[in-house]
C-alpha cells in the first residue's frame, strides 16, 4: 500500500492516496462485473469527475461539473459553460460599480501614481477594499482569460492602507506620510508573491514596476513581508492536503546535469525578440481596442447606459469560442489557466508521441491533442486566440489583471518554439557521445518570462520563473530572452501599466525615452508657466482673500515684496485659509459686538430706533468691520511656512528636472533667478513637455537651443556682470532680515519683555 501510494505521487504528482483507492475500487467493480476495459475518452472522463471532487486546480469547478454531467446534450452543456461565467461577470461589474467604480482593472496604474505623490483618496478606502475582493472573487471563478496578479498588489495596499490608518490612532511614526508611502511599496511585494509563491522576484518585481527611485532602507522590510506572504500560501496548501510538504507551486524536472547546448541560445535568442515584439502589440492592442469603444460616440453612449451589457457580451462570445465541443476543441479549452501552465511546463516531447492514444490518459496533457490537427496548430490556436482574447477581456469594467494570462500565453509561445526545435531536431543534441533530447518544458518557462517581461518591462520575471519551478539551471537562456524581449518592448510601446495611466489619464509623470538629446537642450525656462500667484510678506488680509478666490493652488509662493520678488518660503493653502478664518471668525465678531454694546450702555442716548433700524446699523457696521479688518497687514508669526521649497534655477535642462521630479515625488517646483521667483512648473507642464518632444504635440516649446543662443548673446558679460552686483545686495539685505517663525527672544530685553 505504501508502495502504491508513493508510486501514485511520484507518477502524478498532484493527487494523493484517494486517486489510488478510487482506481483500485474501480478496477474491483469491473472484474466482478466482467466488463470490458475502458476506452480512452471513458477513463478520460472519470478522471475528469474524480478532478472535479479532489483537484487542486478545480477553479471552475462548477462549470466543470455542469458540463461533464450534462454529456450527452450539446446545447444544455453549451447553456451551462456559457452561462455560468456571464453570470459572474455581469454580478462582478455590477457589484463594483455600485460600491466603488474605483475597484475596477488591475490597480497597479493608481497605485504607481499615489507612489509618485498623487493624492488619489478614493482609491485606498474600505469600500475599495470590500469591492476589490468580492468583485475579484467572482471575476476569477468565472473562467475567463483574467489575472490576478496585479488585483492582489491593490489588495495588498489597501490593506497597508487601512492598516496605518488605524495604527495613526495611536499617534507615532504612522502619522508620516513617507512612512506610509514605504509601507505601500512593501504592499506591492505582498500581492506579487502571494500569487506565485516568488518572495524574491515579488519584491524585485514591485521595484521594477512600482518605483523610479527605491529606498534602500525598505529593502529588508520588503523581502521579511514577502516571504511571510509566501510561507503562509505554501502552508495553507499543506493544510489543505493539497500538497505534501512545503514546495514551488508548479515544480519541474529539467534536466541539472546538461540544461542546454550552446547551440540552443540563438532559438532561446529568437524567442526572446519575437516574445519582445508580442508585448509591444499587445500593450498596443489593448489601448485599441479602448480608444475604439471612446471613438465612438454612439457605441459610447449605448454603453454608458447599459453598464452591464458590454461585460455580458465580451463573456459571451469569449465562452462561445472556447466551448469545448466547438471551437475550444482545438485549443485545449476544457484547462483552466494553471492546469493549462502545468502541462506547458511539461517535459515530455508532444510532437514525437503521435496519436492521442499515446498520452498518458490521466494527464492534461491530452487536452492538447486533435484527432484532426497536429500539436502545433493546437498551440498556435491557442496562442493567437488567447492573445486577443486577453486583450479585450481586460478592458471589462471588472477587477482583474493581464499578467498571468500574458505569462501562459508565453509559455504556450515558448512550447511552441521547444516543439518545432524537437521535430527539427528529433535525436537531441549530440555533445561527447551522449544524446540529450530537446525539452520544451525548457522552452516555455523561456517564453512565458520573455513575454510578461516585455509586457510590463520587468526583467524580474525571470526570477518569478525559477521561484515558480523550483529550478535555476536555466538562468542564461531565461536572462538572455528577457533582457531581449524588454530591449525590443521598450523601444516600441510603453509599459502595459504606463499604458493603462494615458487611458485613464491619471496625473503621471511618463518615462524618458532612449536616444532623445532634446531633453538635454530643452531647459525649465522654456516650459514654466510665468504668471506666478503668490502673497507677499507685507500684504494684507484682503490680498489673501483675493488669491484664495482666484485659484485652487495648494501651495503658494511668500515673496518678500513684489517689487524684488525674492523667494523667501511657501505656505500651503490650509495655512492662508485658516489665518483669513482667525481674522473675520465668529468669535472677533462677537468680541466686537460685546465691545460695542458695551460702549452703547456707557452713553446716555435720548432717541431709541427701532428694532429693524437698529439691525440695519449693525448690519452696516460689521460690514465696515470686515473691510478695516481686511486692510489690515498679514501677521505670519502663528503660521507653519516652509522656508526651503523645491527651486530650479532657468537653465535647468528638462532631463535633470525630470529626475529631481521623480525622485522626491514633486507636483511643482519654483523656477528661480539669483533669488528672483520667475515662475514655476508643474507635473502637468512636465508631462507635456515630454509628450511634445517625443510625439510632436503638446506644448510648443522653444527651439532646443534658444537657451543656448540666448546665453550667447554679446550682452552676456554685461549680464552676468550685473547680476554677480545684485546677487552681492540680495545676500547682504538678506542677512538683515528673516522669516516671521525664525524670530528668536535672544536678547535679554526681549526675554524681560
Excluded at 492573445?387 to 500565453?409: K, R
Excluded at 530591449?487 to 524618458?512: F, G, H, N, R, T
Excluded at 525630470?658 to 512636465?686: C, N, P, Q
Aim: aromatic share 8%; with cysteine.
Amino acid at each position: 500500500n505504501t508502495c502504491s501510494r508513493r508510486t501514485t505521487i511520484s507518477m502524478y504528482g498532484r493527487y494523493t492516496q484517494e486517486l489510488g483507492v478510487y482506481a483500485k475500487e474501480e478496477a474491483a467493480r469491473l472484474r466482478e462485473e466482467g466488463v470490458r476495459r475502458p476506452s480512452v475518452a471513458e477513463r478520460s472522463r472519470s478522471l475528469e469527475l474524480l478532478e472535479n471532487d479532489k483537484g487542486r486546480c478545480a477553479k471552475c469547478r462548477t462549470q466543470k461539473w455542469m458540463y461533464v454531467n450534462l454529456e450527452g446534450n450539446v446545447f444544455l452543456q453549451y447553456l451551462a459553460w456559457v452561462t455560468y461565467p456571464v453570470v459572474l461577470i455581469t454580478f462582478s461589474a455590477g457589484f463594483t460599480q455600485i460600491l466603488a467604480p474605483q475597484a475596477v482593472g488591475s490597480g497597479i496604474p493608481e497605485i504607481k501614481t499615489i507612489l509618485r505623490g498623487v493624492v488619489l483618496k478614493e482609491c485606498l478606502t474600505f469600500k475599495t477594499f470590500v469591492a476589490k475582493v468580492i468583485g475579484l472573487t467572482s471575476a476569477l471563478g468565472s473562467g475567463m482569460p483574467l489575472g490576478k496578479e496585479s488585483p492582489f498588489v491593490h489588495i495588498a495596499s489597501l490593506g497597508a492602507s487601512l492598516l496605518c490608518k488605524f495604527m495613526s490612532l495611536f499617534g507615532g511614526i504612522y502619522e508620516n506620510e513617507s512612512r506610509n508611502m514605504e509601507l505601500l511599496s512593501v504592499a506591492c511585494a505582498v500581492g506579487v508573491s502571494c500569487v506565485f509563491a516568488a518572495p524574491i522576484g515579488g519584491l524585485l518585481f514591485s521595484i521594477e514596476a512600482m518605483s523610479t527611485f527605491f529606498t534602500v532602507r525598505n529593502y529588508w522590510r520588503g523581502f521579511f513581508a514577502a516571504t511571510v506572504t509566501a510561507f503562509m500560501y505554501r502552508v495553507l496548501a499543506v493544510w489543505n492536503r493539497d500538497e505534501v510538504t512545503i514546495t514551488a507551486l508548479l515544480p519541474t524536472n529539467f534536466r541539472q546535469d546538461f540544461p542546454f547546448d550552446l547551440q540552443e541560445l540563438p532559438a532561446f535568442a529568437v524567442l526572446g525578440i519575437v516574445s519582445g515584439f508580442g508585448g509591444a502589440l499587445f500593450v498596443c492592442l489593448n489601448r485599441q481596442i479602448v480608444q475604439l469603444i471612446r471613438n465612438q460616440k454612439t457605441i459610447k453612449k449605448f454603453l454608458m447606459k447599459k453598464r452591464l451589457l458590454y461585460p455580458a457580451l465580451v463573456t459571451l462570445l469569449v465562452s462561445t469560442l472556447t466551448f469545448p465541443p466547438g471551437f475550444g476543441q482545438f485549443m485545449a479549452a476544457k484547462l483552466t489557466q494553471m492546469e493549462s501552465l502545468e502541462t506547458l511546463l511539461d517535459n515530455h516531447t508532444w510532437s514525437k508521441q503521435g496519436i492521442p492514444e499515446e498520452f498518458d490518459s490521466n494527464s492534461h496533457s491530452q487536452a492538447w491533442k486533435h484527432p484532426q490537427v497536429n500539436v502545433f496548430v493546437t498551440l498556435t490556436l491557442f496562442v493567437v486566440m488567447k492573445f486577443w482574447m486577453s486583450a479585450l477581456a481586460m478592458t471589462m469594467p471588472v477587477p482583474c489583471g493581464a499578467f498571468m494570462p500574458v505569462f501562459v500565453i508565453g509559455a504556450a509561445l515558448g512550447r511552441l518554439v521547444g516543439e518545432s526545435m524537437a521535430t527539427w531536431f528529433p535525436d537531441g543534441v549530440h555533445s561527447d557521445g551522449t544524446i540529450y533530447p530537446i525539452e520544451p518544458g525548457v522552452y516555455a518557462a523561456v517564453g512565458a518570462a520573455a513575454l510578461s517581461g516585455a509586457v510590463t518591462h520587468t526583467v524580474s520575471t525571470a526570477v518569478v520563473v525559477f521561484e515558480l519551478t523550483g529550478q535555476i539551471s536555466h538562468i542564461l537562456p531565461v536572462m538572455i530572452a528577457v533582457i531581449l524581449a524588454n530591449a525590443v518592448a521598450q523601444s516600441l510601446q510603453p509599459s502595459l501599466y504606463d499604458s493603462l495611466i494615458m487611458i485613464k489619464k491619471l496625473p503621471y509623470l511618463p518615462e524618458l525615452g532612449w536616444g532623445h538629446h532634446e531633453y538635454y537642450n530643452i531647459c525649465v525656462e522654456d516650459i514654466m508657466i510665468r504668471d506666478v500667484m503668490y502673497i507677499t510678506l507685507n500684504c494684507c488680509y484682503r490680498d489673501l482673500h483675493d488669491v484664495l478666490l482666484a485659484g485652487h493652488l495648494k501651495t503658494l509662493a511668500l515673496l518678500e515684496s513684489s517689487e524684488s520678488m525674492i523667494l523667501l518660503g511657501s505656505i500651503e493653502r490650509a495655512q492662508l485659509q485658516a489665518l483669513l478664518s482667525l481674522q473675520l471668525g465668529r468669535p472677533r465678531r462677537l468680541k466686537y459686538l460685546r465691545d460695542r454694546a458695551t460702549a452703547e450702555s456707557r452713553l446716555s442716548v435720548v432717541s431709541h430706533p427701532s428694532s429693524e433700524d437698529g439691525s440695519t446699523m449693525v448690519n452696516q457696521e460689521i460690514a465696515e468691520w470686515e473691510e478695516n479688518q481686511l486692510d489690515e497687514q498679514v501677521n505670519f508669526d502663528n503660521c507653519m511656512i516652509d522656508p526651503a521649497p523645491i527651486q530650479l534655477v532657468e537653465r535647468t535642462s528638462l532631463h535633470k528636472t525630470h529626475t529631481i521630479f521623480s525622485l522626491l515625488g514633486l507636483d511643482h517646483a519654483y523656477v528661480t533667478s539669483i533669488g528672483r521667483l520667475i515662475g514655476v512648473v508643474s507635473l502637468k507642464e512636465l508631462q507635456k513637455a515630454i509628450e511634445g518632444s517625443v510625439a510632436v504635440k503638446g506644448v510648443n516649446v522653444r527651439p532646443p537651443l534658444a537657451s543656448f543662443r540666448d546665453s550667447g548673446t554679446s550682452g552676456t558679460i554685461m549680464n552676468n556682470e550685473n547680476k554677480a552686483r545684485d546677487l552681492h545686495k540680495l545676500w547682504n539685505r538678506r542677512k538683515s532680515m528673516s522669516l516671521p517663525q525664525e524670530h528668536r527672544a535672544s536678547d535679554p530685553d526681549e526675554k524681560s519683555k
